[in-house]
């Protein structure tokens, strides 16, 4: 049905920057919500962002301001852009979509470390 892959993720140094990009296959409608969670050691998944298929965004406290989500329609991908990254969004990314089933990609990894 749908596969939802997760590409991206790696090492950072605090206050850099990783791009995470998601493409979605398979049949997905256009009204689709897609946004990224993340889960870090211990912790529960938590949201980070969400987009329309409008390009309405939403975003976690934690991480307004220094994150940006976008998608891309027609090709079914959503990208998170990720800016002075701290430590404390070391976590596993993981992409979402959703309009009546609900995918997950499989994660990937994003660790900010001096």
């Known amino acids: 049905q749908v596969q939802v892959v997760e590409s991206g993720g790696g090492l950072a140094q605090p206050g850099g920057s990783l791009r995470l990009s998601c493409a979605a296959s398979g049949s997905v409608p256009s009204f689709s919500v897609m946004g990224w969670y993340r889960q870090a050691p211990g912790k529960q998944r938590e949201f980070v962002a969400v987009?329309?298929?409008?390009?309405?965004?939403n975003y976690a406290d934690s991480v307004k301001g220094r994150f940006t989500i976008s998608r891309d329609n027609a090709k079914n991908t959503v990208t998170l852009q990720m800016n002075s990254l701290k430590p404390e969004d070391t976590a596993v990314y993981y992409c979402?979509?959703?309009?009546?089933?609900?995918?997950w990609g499989q994660g990937t990894q994003v660790t900010v470390s001096s």
């Open positions: 987009i329309s298929s409008g390009g309405a965004a």
């Open positions: 979402n979509v959703r309009w009546g089933p609900e995918y």
